[in-house]
């Protein structure tokens, strides 16, 4: 992983003692999946992904980069997200944080949490009033707007309803 952040390195190594631990073979398309997805802070698709790793594993099939993704997931070393339309897309990001959408390119980033926010104990209350019986196992914030680029280009953005033509 050249260049790759520290936190993206820790993410990886943690990827990889936990694939071991939970008895999955390590093979070249793991890996390869596996480092992809802990270097990259914009939460991609299994269809980018694929397509990212494709040339150098021209044999790997899509069904691979899911199944693996799936196997990810049920290890709990990323989550599935479903945070706009299409398809969903995962994170190796697994401490608390929350997450800004752009409305116009589907853009995802990670937004640390606030340390000052609700404790889930006392948000447990309140969502059980709405929803008794509800086991709250985590809260998450989604900001949603315009990322840089799309800003940029506001004034088009603005003549359109979420980008579509009225």
Not at 12 to 34: C, D, N, W
Not at 122 to 143: D, T
């Amino acid at each position: 992983m050249p260049n790759a952040c520290p936190e993206a390195e820790a993410r990886f190594a943690e990827m990889l003692a936990r694939v071991r631990a939970s008895g999955l073979k390590l093979t070249p398309q793991r890996l390869a999946i596996a480092r992809e997805l802990a270097g990259d802070p914009t939460h991609p698709t299994a269809q980018e992904l694929f397509e990212r790793l494709r040339p150098a594993m021209p044999t790997m099939s899509f069904a691979t980069v899911y199944n693996t993704l799936d196997a990810l997931a049920a290890a709990g070393l990323c989550v599935s997200l479903s945070l706009s339309p299409g398809a969903a897309r995962f994170d190796a990001n697994m401490t608390p944080h929350n997450h800004a959408v752009c409305d116009r390119c589907g853009l995802v980033r990670d937004v640390p949490s606030c340390a000052n926010g609700e404790p889930i104990t006392e948000l447990a209350p309140c969502v059980n009033a709405a929803a008794p019986g509800f086991s709250l196992r985590a809260v998450e914030r989604i900001y949603r707007g315009l990322c840089e680029a799309c800003a940029a280009d506001e004034p088009t953005f603005a003549r359109t309803r979420a980008g579509k033509p009225r």
